[in-house]
C-alpha cells in the first residue's frame, strides 16, 4: 500500500510540478500582453482629443472598459484550480475591442480613425494571444483541481503510515517534513497565489520545495520498506 500510494503522490507532485512551472512562464508573458493593452488604451484616449466622429463617446467608454484587466485590480488573484473566469474576462475585453473597430468602419477615410482602428486591433490582438496562455495553464491545472482530494488523503496515509511505524529518527522527521509541506503546498494552491511578481516568487519556491520533497522521499523510502516490510 504504501509504495503504491508514494509511487501514486510523486507522479502527482511531478504533475504538479510541470503546471507550476508553466504558471510561473505564463504570468510574466500574460501581464505583458495586459501592460501592452494598456498602453494602446492611453493611445486611443491622446487619438480621442483630435476625434470628432459621431461614435467618439462611445469609443472613449469602450476604452475605459478596457483598462479594468485582472492583473491591476487590488487583489489580483489567481484561481490555481483554473483560469475559467480570467479566459472569460480576455475573450469579453477582445469582443469590446473588436467593436471598437466596427465603430470605426464608415470613417476609414479618416487618419485619426485609422490610428485609433490599429489601436483597437492591437489590443484584440493581445488579449487573444492571453487568452491562449491562459488556456494552456488552464488545461495543465484542470486535472489537479478534481484530484486534490485524492492527493491529499494519500498524503495524510504516507503521513501517519512514517509517523506510526518508523522508529524516530532524523531521516523519519525529513521525511514528515516533506509530506507536511506537500500538504502545505495544496492548500497554497487551493487559496490562490498573486499573480504578479510576488507571485512568481512563491511559485518558484513552492517548485524548490517539490524538488526537495522529490529528493527526500527517493533517499528515505527503502527505510519504510525495511521496516514494514511487504505491507498491503
Not at 461614435?55 to 487590488?74: D, K
Not at 489567481?78 to 477582445?94: D, I, S, W, Y
Not at 486534490?148 to 525529513?174: H, I
Request: hydrophobic share 45%; aromatic share 6%; charged share 25%.
Amino acid at each position: 500500500m504504501f509504495d503504491r500510494a508514494n509511487d501514486t503522490l510523486r507522479q502527482d507532485l511531478e504533475a504538479y510540478h510541470r503546471a507550476l512551472r508553466a504558471i510561473v512562464a505564463a504570468l510574466p508573458n500574460a501581464r505583458a500582453l495586459c501592460d501592452r493593452a494598456i498602453k494602446e488604451t492611453r493611445l486611443i484616449d491622446a487619438l480621442l482629443g483630435f476625434f470628432h466622429g459621431p461614435s467618439a463617446g462611445e469609443l472613449a467608454q469602450i476604452s475605459f472598459h478596457l483598462t479594468n484587466l485582472w492583473p491591476y485590480r487590488e487583489q489580483p488573484f489567481a484561481r490555481t484550480v483554473g483560469f475559467a473566469e480570467e479566459m472569460a474576462e480576455a475573450k469579453r475585453q477582445r469582443e469590446e475591442a473588436l467593436r471598437g473597430q466596427q465603430l470605426l468602419l464608415r470613417q476609414s477615410n479618416d487618419l485619426v480613425a485609422k490610428e485609433l482602428n490599429t489601436c483597437f486591433a492591437n489590443i484584440a490582438r493581445y488579449l487573444e494571444d492571453e487568452h491562449r496562455l491562459l488556456a494552456e495553464c488552464h488545461a495543465l491545472i484542470q486535472p489537479h483541481a478534481a484530484n486534490m482530494e485524492m492527493t491529499r488523503k494519500r498524503l495524510a496515509l504516507l503521513s501517519a503510515m512514517v509517523d506510526a511505524r518508523l522508529p524516530n529518527s532524523p531521516e523519519q522527521q525529513s521525511m514528515l517534513q516533506a509530506y507536511r509541506q506537500a500538504a502545505a503546498l495544496l492548500h497554497d494552491w487551493e487559496q490562490g497565489v498573486p499573480l504578479e511578481e510576488r507571485g512568481v516568487a512563491i511559485l518558484e519556491g513552492c517548485l524548490d520545495m517539490l524538488d526537495r520533497i522529490d529528493g527526500v522521499v527517493e533517499q528515505n523510502a527503502h527505510l519504510v520498506f525495511d521496516q514494514l516490510g511487504p505491507a498491503h
